[in-house]
């Protein structure tokens, strides 16, 4: 499997000039970071639930 910049996904799927940090792409999606912020598993969980907005169908 490819590797896949989520960031970069992101920003295109937002129209958003550059790409942001973990924390404003949930705010920008109107959710809310759940846990604490650079541990691995709690960041993992919260990019996951980022994907439905970034990968296609």
């Known amino acids: 499997m490819p590797h896949v910049n989520l960031k970069q996904r992101f920003a295109q799927a937002r129209q958003l000039q550059k790409p942001v940090g973990l924390n404003s792409a949930l705010q920008l999606a109107g959710m809310q970071f759940s ?3 650079h541990r691995a598993l709690v ?3 919260n990019t996951a639930r980022l994907l439905p907005l970034i990968l296609p169908k």
Request: no cysteine.
């Open 35 to 37: 846990g604490q912020q």
């Open 43 to 45: 960041d993992a969980r």
